[in-house]
């Protein structure tokens, strides 16, 4: 009909056949089209519009005209509402840590309800609270930090991380191989778009940390998801990596300590990563902005410290093992065999340079961060707070029917599995949400992590143990009537 948006189109063809959202997902599936529920769960919620090549798959798998879903958008293009359209390179992109689940907690706090918050790994409204010596060194040098710095960085700040680089073990790192960023996640945006081109294929882990994803597919690669196997604590599967692995495949992500799921590699797991990545010439890409936040006397290993033949990219920052994350300090150091990446250097230089450089406020307390006392371990060791908070969590999470979890050892998430039979959850989205309707909980689906079956949702365990334990009991209550419509 004239007007019909793309998603209304999409609902009125998927229910003239009969088909719901698993249905469409098994089908892509089995010819091997890259599309979850959460994708059709954007589409019908009329948020993103598939790319052009998913819409023509939809059009012959719905059965519908060739220019059924055409003709809307040439409609459309005449009609004012929609002149301005969003790029088709955001087609497929998905972050749904900050998705529908959290617009709908925004629009019931705007109403004046109390949200507990479970949702994202955000250090400081729990009360961790930066160290006072780092805000007194900030603003101490806030009168040197008005001109842009070095595009790379602060000289003082590329030092302490350099030398910070060289404790872990990271080889072959001068100064110039240090990239200071607003965060990790520019970072990210920025090393993915130096790197891939249209269809390069980049090893991703699933559950991911889902930037990866996202950025990866806005640079026009394709995210190839390696899976993590929770029965065996939550490590990268070295059989599917390999089976992912053809001649297009450019690198792997390693994010270690993991978000979602908690766990910490050990040496054995992370060599093996690094054979496969010898043999058909990868580049690893290291996530470690938890590297800090390890508990039980465990260590962490950065892989690049294990890959002096190879080119490795490690990431790391003051938001997550400082506990500092709105002052959007993070870097990036290469290491390694550089000859093997002299052009893509190339590459990420010019985009380091296009961006001027990073907040220099934000890198004047690299320094002080780095260095000297780190507060941060208080919170780790055995009665510190991020411990303590762990261990109830765990327990929580393991008194409940229905539910069970891998105990995390790093960072500050559980991914608990849901006993999809026990509870008939076909959509973990539709789980959050009723979590969310129903309790005032918030939490994030699996999905948003790519993780493709509808059982797993993830819990940041930040707050003091008291609201803990109030979500924990709303939740064990929600689950011991819940069964999904
Ligand atoms: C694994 C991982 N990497 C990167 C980031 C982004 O960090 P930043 O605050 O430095 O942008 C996060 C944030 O949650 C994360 O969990």
Known sequence: MYGESFAEKLKNAMDRRGCKQVDLVNLA??????????????????????????????????????????????????????????????????????????????????????????????????????????????????????????????????????????LRGLPNVTMEDIYTGNGVSELINLSMSALLDNGDEILIPSPDYPLWTACATLAGGKAVHYICNEENNWYPDMDDIRNKINSRTKAIVVINPNNPTGVLYPVEILEQIVEIARQHKLIIFSDEIYDRLVMDDLKHTSIASLADDLFCVTFSGLSKSHMIAGYRVGWMILSGNKKLASDYIQGINMLSNMRLCSNVPGQSIIQTALGGHQSVNSYIIPGGRLREQRDFIYDAVQQIPGLSAVRPQAAFYIFPKLDIKRFNIHDDEQFALDLLKEKKVLIVHGKGFNWADPDHFRIVYLPRIEILRECMEKLADFLSVYKQK
């Open 29 to 166: 599936k089995k010819e091997g089209i890259p599309l979850g529920k959460s994708h059709i769960s954007q589409y019908l919620s009329g948020k993103v519009r598939p790319r052009r090549d998913v819409i023509s798959w939809l059009t012959g798998a719905l059965e519908v005209s060739e220019d059924y879903f055409d003709e809307e958008e040439r409609k459309s293009e005449s009609s004012y509402s929609s002149y301005f359209r969003k790029s088709t390179k955001l087609d497929n992109v998905l972050y749904d840590v900050r998705g529908p689940v959290v617009e709908l907690a925004r629009e019931m706090e705007n109403n004046g309800t109390h949200i507990l918050k479970l949702n994202i790994g955000n250090p400081a409204p729990f009360g961790f609270r930066t160290p006072d010596e780092i805000i007194y060194d900030m603003s101490s040098q806030l009168t040197e930090c008005e001109g842009y710095s070095d595009s790379k960085g602060l000289f003082s700040a590329r030092k302490a991380i350099m030398q910070y680089a060289q």
